[in-house]
């Protein structure tokens, strides 16, 4: 099967209007593409910082506030100071970017702006053009994952390693699973918070899960709920399911050994809101597994 193109989409800072991007990713869905969706109010240095960690293909930016030329072109800029100018950038705004501007921001490196009006089809058709050909910058995939985490914070946290370059740590793997809608993002979040809070140098890995639609694409939206894993120190990885029943994916175990020895001081897993407890993680894949629910469901 080919390689679904992998895309990451978010709404600049100070900017709330997420609804043309909502819609959008719904239509990158539907035609097979998996969308990891960083949500709205997001900086150029999240974003940039997440995409290169998800190895995207592009970055579709959705901008109705203003300051579209300056935040593209930084969200550029940061591109190529992280060597990754390989990964595309694209976006709209409706009637907010005017054609003049959009000039602008294609000779700064944007690949192209799409204005009112344009159907839904003609999105879809560039990004399969556009980006359906170039590789993904993630032939190196699973392997160096340390490296990818951008930025001077980057080489600071590798600097600040607890351990020596060279030797081995096994990290602690928590996984977490149940039911959809139970907090188990939110509980990561709030557990890798108290982790970096704990330790100023403690580094951290999330591999988390979302769904693939049958025969269709993926909305991959944890990273859109996080909020102190958007932080130097995190590296996080968001796998579609394709077609794997039981919460995780064909790739979790290949992207598990490598966090493993990555370098990591904590692993954390968390599997699609599949409500069986214990079966993602029945093989001692973990340290520790945590089943997350609701107060109000009745069982233990
Ligand atoms: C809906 C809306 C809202 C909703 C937002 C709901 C939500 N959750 O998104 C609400 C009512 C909350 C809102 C609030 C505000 N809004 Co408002 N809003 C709009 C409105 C009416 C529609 C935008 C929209 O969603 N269009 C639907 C999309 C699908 O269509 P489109 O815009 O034509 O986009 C096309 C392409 O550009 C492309 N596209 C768009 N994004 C992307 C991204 C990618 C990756 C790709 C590939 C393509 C693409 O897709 C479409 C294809 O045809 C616009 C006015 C307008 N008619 O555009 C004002 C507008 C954007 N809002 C405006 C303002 C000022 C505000 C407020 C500041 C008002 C206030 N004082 O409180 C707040 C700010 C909210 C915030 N937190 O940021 C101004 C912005 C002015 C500016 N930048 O100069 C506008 C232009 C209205 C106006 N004329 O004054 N808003």
Partial sequence: MAEPIRLLTAVPICDG?????NTINLEFIRHGIEVVYLGYHRSARDIVRAAIQEDVRAIGISSYNGGHVEFF????????RQRAAHIGVFGGGGGTITKRDAAVMMRKGVDRIFFAGTPLAEVVKFVK?????????????????????????????L????????????????????PGGAGKTTLIDELVLRFLTKNPRARIAILSHDPSIIGKGALLGDRATMIYSQDDRVFM??????????????????????MKGGGFDAVFVE????????????????DKSIFVMGPDYGSR
């Fill in 73 to 80: 072109a930084e969200v550029i800029a940061l591109l190529k």
């Fill in 17 to 21: 209007h997420d609804s043309a991007i």
């Fill in 129 to 157: 053009t556009e980006y359906g050909r170039r590789a993904a910058g993630g032939k190196r995939r699973a392997r160096n994952i340390g490296r990818r985490m951008p930025g001077a914070l980057a080489s600071a946290s």
């Fill in 237 to 258: 990885r968001s796998l579609a399911t394709r077609g794997r029943a039981g919460g995780l994916s064909p790739e979790s175990a290949r992207w598990l050994r490598a």
């Fill in 271 to 286: 599997t699609v809101g599949i409500g069986q407890e214990g079966l993602p993680f029945r093989s001692g894949l973990m």
């Fill in 159 to 178: 600097d600040h390693r607890t351990s020596t370059p060279g030797e081995r740590r096994s990290p602690i793997c928590i996984g977490l699973t149940g």
